[in-house]
Protein backbone atom coordinates (compact mmCIF):
# COMPACT_ATOMS: atom_id res chain seq x y z
CA UNK A 1 0.00 0.00 0.00
CA UNK A 2 0.97 3.52 -0.80
CA UNK A 3 2.77 5.18 2.40
CA UNK A 4 4.15 8.39 0.67
CA UNK A 5 2.22 11.26 -1.28
CA UNK A 6 4.00 13.61 -3.78
CA UNK A 7 3.05 17.29 -3.49
CA UNK A 8 5.67 20.77 -4.67
CA UNK A 9 6.16 23.38 -2.32
CA UNK A 10 7.63 26.20 -2.53
CA UNK A 11 11.30 27.98 -1.19
CA UNK A 12 9.31 30.58 0.72
CA UNK A 13 7.28 27.35 2.35
CA UNK A 14 10.18 25.76 3.84
CA UNK A 15 11.69 29.12 5.19
CA UNK A 16 8.77 29.98 6.60
CA UNK A 17 8.42 26.19 8.13
CA UNK A 18 11.96 26.66 9.80
CA UNK A 19 11.09 29.95 11.19
CA UNK A 20 8.18 28.81 13.15
CA UNK A 21 9.92 25.79 14.41
CA UNK A 22 8.38 23.25 11.91
CA UNK A 23 10.80 21.81 10.01
CA UNK A 24 13.60 19.42 10.99
CA UNK A 25 16.57 19.57 9.32
CA UNK A 26 18.69 16.70 10.66
CA UNK A 27 17.28 13.96 12.17
CA UNK A 28 19.58 11.42 13.96
CA UNK A 29 20.35 9.40 10.69
CA UNK A 30 20.57 12.82 7.92
CA UNK A 31 24.41 13.61 7.82
CA UNK A 32 25.01 16.95 9.29
CA UNK A 33 25.91 20.05 6.99
CA UNK A 34 29.05 19.48 4.79
CA UNK A 35 28.34 21.10 1.60
CA UNK A 36 30.99 24.41 0.86
CA UNK A 37 30.39 27.47 -0.72
CA UNK A 38 30.91 26.06 -4.44
CA UNK A 39 28.25 23.27 -3.63
CA UNK A 40 25.39 25.77 -2.88
CA UNK A 41 26.40 28.30 -5.64
CA UNK A 42 26.04 25.65 -7.84
CA UNK A 43 22.48 24.81 -6.61
CA UNK A 44 21.45 28.01 -6.01
CA UNK A 45 22.26 28.50 -10.00
CA UNK A 46 19.90 25.87 -10.44
CA UNK A 47 17.00 27.42 -9.22
CA UNK A 48 18.47 31.04 -10.77
CA UNK A 49 17.93 29.57 -14.21
CA UNK A 50 14.65 27.80 -13.14
CA UNK A 51 15.94 23.78 -13.67
CA UNK A 52 14.56 21.08 -12.12
CA UNK A 53 16.55 19.68 -9.06
CA UNK A 54 16.28 16.00 -7.43
CA UNK A 55 13.08 15.35 -4.76
CA UNK A 56 12.80 16.46 -1.37
CA UNK A 57 11.43 13.60 1.01
CA UNK A 58 9.95 14.32 4.48
CA UNK A 59 7.57 12.97 6.88
CA UNK A 60 4.91 15.01 8.52
CA UNK A 61 3.67 14.68 11.53
CA UNK A 62 0.86 16.82 14.03
CA UNK A 63 3.26 17.88 17.30
CA UNK A 64 1.90 20.34 20.00
CA UNK A 65 -1.14 21.30 17.15
CA UNK A 66 1.25 22.15 14.34
CA UNK A 67 2.63 19.61 11.40
CA UNK A 68 6.22 18.86 11.74
CA UNK A 69 8.23 18.14 8.71
CA UNK A 70 11.38 16.13 9.46
CA UNK A 71 13.69 15.87 6.35
CA UNK A 72 14.41 12.42 5.16
CA UNK A 73 16.40 13.09 1.98
CA UNK A 74 17.69 16.40 0.82
CA UNK A 75 18.94 18.70 4.19
CA UNK A 76 22.05 19.47 2.54
CA UNK A 77 20.24 21.18 -0.04
CA UNK A 78 17.31 22.79 1.73
CA UNK A 79 20.11 24.02 3.83
CA UNK A 80 21.92 25.52 1.34
CA UNK A 81 18.72 27.39 -0.18
CA UNK A 82 17.45 28.60 3.50
CA UNK A 83 20.95 29.85 4.10
CA UNK A 84 20.92 31.92 0.21
CA UNK A 85 17.52 33.72 0.71
CA UNK A 86 19.07 34.66 4.12
CA UNK A 87 22.23 36.56 2.48
CA UNK A 88 24.35 33.92 3.69
CA UNK A 89 26.32 33.65 0.93
CA UNK A 90 26.68 34.58 -2.59
CA UNK A 91 26.60 33.03 -5.93
CA UNK A 92 30.21 32.47 -7.88
CA UNK A 93 30.45 34.99 -10.99
CA UNK A 94 31.62 31.41 -12.63
CA UNK A 95 28.49 29.47 -12.40
CA UNK A 96 26.12 32.79 -12.93
CA UNK A 97 27.38 35.71 -14.58
CA UNK A 98 25.00 37.70 -14.10
CA UNK A 99 23.73 37.29 -10.56
CA UNK A 100 26.97 36.37 -9.08
CA UNK A 101 28.51 38.39 -6.45
CA UNK A 102 24.62 39.57 -5.02
CA UNK A 103 23.62 38.54 -2.04
CA UNK A 104 19.72 37.70 -2.21
CA UNK A 105 18.63 40.87 -0.69
CA UNK A 106 20.36 42.81 -3.55
CA UNK A 107 18.59 40.90 -6.52
CA UNK A 108 16.62 42.62 -8.47
CA UNK A 109 12.94 42.29 -6.75
CA UNK A 110 11.54 40.05 -9.36
CA UNK A 111 14.13 37.73 -9.40
CA UNK A 112 13.86 37.52 -5.52
CA UNK A 113 10.14 36.22 -5.85
CA UNK A 114 11.01 33.95 -8.74
CA UNK A 115 13.62 32.31 -6.40
CA UNK A 116 10.94 32.07 -3.19
CA UNK A 117 8.38 30.77 -5.62
CA UNK A 118 10.84 28.11 -6.98
CA UNK A 119 8.91 25.03 -6.26
CA UNK A 120 10.39 21.69 -5.19
CA UNK A 121 9.24 18.11 -5.47
CA UNK A 122 8.48 16.90 -2.06
CA UNK A 123 7.65 13.46 -1.63
CA UNK A 124 5.77 13.11 1.82
CA UNK A 125 5.47 10.03 3.87
CA UNK A 126 2.62 9.12 6.33
CA UNK A 127 2.72 6.93 9.66
CA UNK A 128 6.13 5.85 8.97
CA UNK A 129 7.69 4.85 12.63
CA UNK A 130 11.65 5.54 12.68
CA UNK A 131 12.59 1.75 11.81
CA UNK A 132 10.78 2.09 8.55
CA UNK A 133 12.08 5.59 7.51
CA UNK A 134 15.43 4.11 8.28
CA UNK A 135 14.61 1.27 5.82
CA UNK A 136 13.24 4.08 3.19
CA UNK A 137 16.89 6.08 3.74
CA UNK A 138 19.03 2.85 2.99
CA UNK A 139 16.90 2.15 0.18
CA UNK A 140 17.51 5.50 -1.07
CA UNK A 141 21.05 5.09 -1.13
CA UNK A 142 20.94 1.48 -2.46
CA UNK A 143 19.79 1.96 -5.94
CA UNK A 144 22.38 3.37 -8.06
CA UNK A 145 24.90 2.40 -10.24
CA UNK A 146 28.66 3.07 -9.60
CA UNK A 147 30.07 6.05 -10.84
CA UNK A 148 32.51 6.05 -13.35
CA UNK A 149 35.57 8.33 -13.65
CA UNK A 150 34.09 11.43 -15.09
CA UNK A 151 30.74 11.22 -12.95
CA UNK A 152 32.96 11.19 -9.65
CA UNK A 153 35.13 14.37 -10.98
CA UNK A 154 31.66 15.69 -11.92
CA UNK A 155 30.34 15.28 -8.03
CA UNK A 156 33.77 15.70 -6.45
CA UNK A 157 34.83 19.22 -8.49
CA UNK A 158 32.51 22.42 -8.79
CA UNK A 159 35.22 24.90 -9.59
CA UNK A 160 36.29 26.25 -13.37
CA UNK A 161 37.70 23.28 -15.39
CA UNK A 162 33.88 21.49 -14.38
CA UNK A 163 31.86 24.05 -15.10
CA UNK A 164 33.46 25.23 -18.31
CA UNK A 165 33.76 21.69 -19.31
CA UNK A 166 29.91 21.53 -19.12
CA UNK A 167 29.12 23.89 -20.54
CA UNK A 168 31.22 23.69 -23.49
CA UNK A 169 30.45 20.21 -23.77
CA UNK A 170 26.36 20.93 -23.91
CA UNK A 171 26.80 22.90 -27.52
CA UNK A 172 29.16 20.29 -29.49
CA UNK A 173 27.32 16.92 -27.96
CA UNK A 174 24.64 16.77 -30.88
CA UNK A 175 27.46 16.88 -33.58
CA UNK A 176 29.78 14.28 -31.65
CA UNK A 177 26.18 12.29 -31.92
CA UNK A 178 25.15 12.65 -35.42
CA UNK A 179 29.00 12.21 -36.52
CA UNK A 180 28.61 8.45 -34.11
CA UNK A 181 31.69 9.68 -32.24
CA UNK A 182 29.93 9.02 -29.08
CA UNK A 183 26.70 6.96 -28.94
CA UNK A 184 23.49 7.65 -26.32
CA UNK A 185 24.59 5.41 -23.77
CA UNK A 186 27.80 7.23 -23.68
CA UNK A 187 26.31 10.32 -23.44
CA UNK A 188 24.44 8.89 -20.71
CA UNK A 189 27.52 8.28 -18.21
CA UNK A 190 28.79 11.71 -19.20
CA UNK A 191 31.05 10.83 -22.29
CA UNK A 192 30.82 14.25 -24.05
CA UNK A 193 32.01 16.13 -20.61
CA UNK A 194 35.32 13.70 -20.46
CA UNK A 195 35.61 14.19 -24.36
CA UNK A 196 35.51 18.16 -24.00
CA UNK A 197 37.85 17.86 -20.82
CA UNK A 198 40.43 15.83 -22.73
CA UNK A 199 40.55 18.03 -25.73
CA UNK A 200 40.27 21.36 -23.37
CA UNK A 201 43.77 19.98 -21.49
CA UNK A 202 45.90 19.94 -24.63
CA UNK A 203 44.57 22.98 -25.37
CA UNK A 204 45.27 24.80 -21.89
CA UNK A 205 48.66 22.51 -21.64
CA UNK A 206 49.71 20.51 -24.51
CA UNK A 207 49.03 16.81 -25.35
CA UNK A 208 48.73 14.59 -22.01
CA UNK A 209 47.24 11.50 -21.37
CA UNK A 210 43.91 11.01 -21.17
CA UNK A 211 44.52 9.23 -17.04
CA UNK A 212 45.47 13.64 -16.32
CA UNK A 213 42.02 14.61 -16.61
CA UNK A 214 41.98 14.70 -12.92
CA UNK A 215 44.98 16.72 -12.16
CA UNK A 216 43.49 19.12 -14.45
CA UNK A 217 39.76 19.30 -12.42
CA UNK A 218 41.79 19.34 -9.44
CA UNK A 219 44.53 22.12 -10.75
CA UNK A 220 41.19 24.48 -11.89
CA UNK A 221 39.24 24.04 -9.42
CA UNK A 222 40.24 26.76 -6.68
CA UNK A 223 41.45 29.15 -9.49
CA UNK A 224 40.34 33.25 -8.76
CA UNK A 225 38.39 34.49 -11.86
CA UNK A 226 41.26 37.19 -11.33
CA UNK A 227 44.41 34.69 -12.11
CA UNK A 228 46.02 33.77 -14.79
CA UNK A 229 44.84 30.50 -15.10
CA UNK A 230 41.56 31.52 -15.17
CA UNK A 231 42.49 34.02 -18.13
CA UNK A 232 44.25 30.50 -19.94
CA UNK A 233 40.89 28.70 -19.59
CA UNK A 234 39.03 31.04 -21.32
CA UNK A 235 41.28 31.36 -24.15
CA UNK A 236 41.56 27.76 -24.16
CA UNK A 237 37.53 27.99 -24.41
CA UNK A 238 37.81 30.56 -27.40
CA UNK A 239 40.62 27.57 -29.35
CA UNK A 240 37.74 25.08 -28.67
CA UNK A 241 34.96 27.03 -29.96
CA UNK A 242 37.27 28.17 -33.70
CA UNK A 243 38.74 24.33 -33.86
CA UNK A 244 35.50 23.09 -33.80
CA UNK A 245 33.75 25.62 -36.08
CA UNK A 246 37.08 24.79 -38.62
CA UNK A 247 35.57 20.87 -38.19
CA UNK A 248 32.26 21.89 -38.64
CA UNK A 249 33.39 23.79 -42.00
CA UNK A 250 35.24 20.89 -43.07
CA UNK A 251 33.12 17.85 -42.06
CA UNK A 252 29.48 17.92 -41.23
CA UNK A 253 27.98 15.19 -38.72
CA UNK A 254 27.04 12.62 -41.08
CA UNK A 255 30.23 13.01 -43.77
CA UNK A 256 32.66 12.78 -40.50
CA UNK A 257 31.15 9.44 -39.42
CA UNK A 258 31.70 8.03 -43.19
CA UNK A 259 35.53 8.43 -41.98
CA UNK A 260 38.01 7.01 -39.68
CA UNK A 261 37.76 10.01 -37.42
CA UNK A 262 34.70 8.27 -35.71
CA UNK A 263 36.58 6.79 -33.93
CA UNK A 264 37.23 8.91 -30.74
CA UNK A 265 41.21 8.37 -30.12
CA UNK A 266 41.86 9.65 -33.90
CA UNK A 267 38.98 12.15 -33.48
CA UNK A 268 41.25 13.30 -30.87
CA UNK A 269 44.06 13.34 -33.00
CA UNK A 270 41.96 15.67 -35.75
CA UNK A 271 40.97 18.04 -33.34
CA UNK A 272 44.66 18.62 -32.31
CA UNK A 273 45.82 19.02 -35.75
CA UNK A 274 43.13 21.41 -36.49
CA UNK A 275 44.09 23.20 -33.60
CA UNK A 276 47.66 23.58 -34.17
CA UNK A 277 46.83 25.23 -37.53
CA UNK A 278 43.91 27.47 -36.64
CA UNK A 279 44.47 28.59 -33.09
CA UNK A 280 47.09 30.32 -30.92
CA UNK A 281 46.88 27.03 -28.86
CA UNK A 282 49.04 23.42 -28.70
CA UNK A 283 52.31 24.81 -30.37
CA UNK A 284 54.12 22.39 -32.42
CA UNK A 285 58.18 22.12 -32.81
CA UNK A 286 57.75 21.34 -36.29
CA UNK A 287 57.67 24.14 -39.44
CA UNK A 288 54.52 24.34 -40.22
CA UNK A 289 53.51 28.30 -40.70
CA UNK A 290 52.76 27.35 -44.74
CA UNK A 291 49.76 25.24 -43.27
CA UNK A 292 47.94 28.51 -41.38
CA UNK A 293 46.45 29.76 -44.53
CA UNK A 294 45.28 26.43 -46.04
CA UNK A 295 41.57 27.03 -46.79
CA UNK A 296 39.37 24.06 -45.23
CA UNK A 297 38.13 22.74 -48.44
CA UNK A 298 42.32 21.32 -48.97
CA UNK A 299 42.08 19.97 -45.24
CA UNK A 300 39.19 18.62 -46.45
CA UNK A 301 40.56 16.37 -49.52
CA UNK A 302 43.81 15.96 -47.54
CA UNK A 303 41.57 13.93 -44.25
CA UNK A 304 39.48 12.11 -47.20
CA UNK A 305 43.09 10.84 -48.38
CA UNK A 306 44.46 10.36 -45.02
CA UNK A 307 41.44 8.02 -43.99
CA UNK A 308 41.44 6.34 -47.50
CA UNK A 309 45.20 5.83 -47.06
CA UNK A 310 45.01 4.61 -43.39
CA UNK A 311 42.37 1.79 -44.52
CA UNK A 312 45.00 0.41 -47.33
CA UNK A 313 47.87 0.54 -44.64
CA UNK A 314 45.64 -1.65 -42.50
CA UNK A 315 44.70 -3.84 -44.88
CA UNK A 316 47.98 -4.51 -46.36
CA UNK A 317 49.96 -7.32 -45.16
CA UNK A 318 53.55 -4.86 -44.81
CA UNK A 319 52.59 -1.07 -44.58
CA UNK A 320 55.56 1.37 -45.09
CA UNK A 321 57.92 1.97 -42.10
CA UNK A 322 56.40 5.04 -41.54
CA UNK A 323 52.66 3.84 -41.20
CA UNK A 324 53.53 1.30 -39.32
CA UNK A 325 54.71 2.96 -36.29
CA UNK A 326 50.90 5.34 -37.06
CA UNK A 327 49.16 2.19 -37.25
CA UNK A 328 50.25 0.76 -34.06
CA UNK A 329 49.70 3.99 -32.13
CA UNK A 330 46.17 3.63 -33.56
CA UNK A 331 45.23 0.33 -32.20
CA UNK A 332 47.51 0.40 -28.77
CA UNK A 333 47.83 2.78 -25.76
CA UNK A 334 45.69 5.15 -27.84
CA UNK A 335 45.26 7.34 -25.07
CA UNK A 336 48.72 7.78 -23.68
CA UNK A 337 50.92 10.79 -23.93
CA UNK A 338 53.31 9.66 -26.35
CA UNK A 339 50.94 7.68 -28.61
CA UNK A 340 48.65 11.07 -28.74
CA UNK A 341 51.74 13.13 -29.95
CA UNK A 342 53.04 10.56 -32.32
CA UNK A 343 49.84 10.48 -33.91
CA UNK A 344 49.38 14.32 -33.68
CA UNK A 345 52.87 15.14 -35.52
CA UNK A 346 52.65 12.31 -38.05
CA UNK A 347 49.97 13.96 -39.18
CA UNK A 348 51.17 16.90 -38.93
CA UNK A 349 54.20 15.73 -41.55
CA UNK A 350 52.16 14.49 -43.76
CA UNK A 351 49.89 17.40 -44.06
CA UNK A 352 52.77 19.72 -44.67
CA UNK A 353 54.08 17.22 -47.40
CA UNK A 354 50.83 17.13 -48.68
CA UNK A 355 50.88 21.03 -48.73
CA UNK A 356 54.62 21.59 -50.06
CA UNK A 357 53.52 19.13 -53.30
CA UNK A 358 50.14 21.56 -53.98
Known amino acids: MKAFDTRAYNILDFNEWNENGQLILS ?3 QRRAVWNTKAKSYLVDTVLRGMPMPKIIITQALVDGKNVRT ?3 GQQ ?3 ALLDYINDGFTVSKLHNEQYGGLVFSALPDFVQQEVLQYELGVDVLFNQNTADILDIFSRLNTYSV ?3 STELLNAQYLGAFKTFAHQVARQYVQYWLDSKILTSSNVARMSEVELTGDLLIALLDGIHAKKSIPAFYKKYDEIPESSNEYSNMRNAIEAFHATMQNLLDIYAPEEIALTNYRRVHLYYTLFCVIASIRTNCLKTNLEIESLHSMPNNKLRIFFDNFSATYDEKIDSKEPS ?6 IQ ?3 RATTDQATRIRRWE ?3 RQLKD ?4 E
Open 346 to 348: FIL
Open 146 to 148: KLN
Open 329 to 331: DSR
Open 321 to 326: SDWNQF
Open 354 to 357: YANN
Open 27 to 29: PDF
Open 77 to 79: RLR
Open 71 to 73: VVD
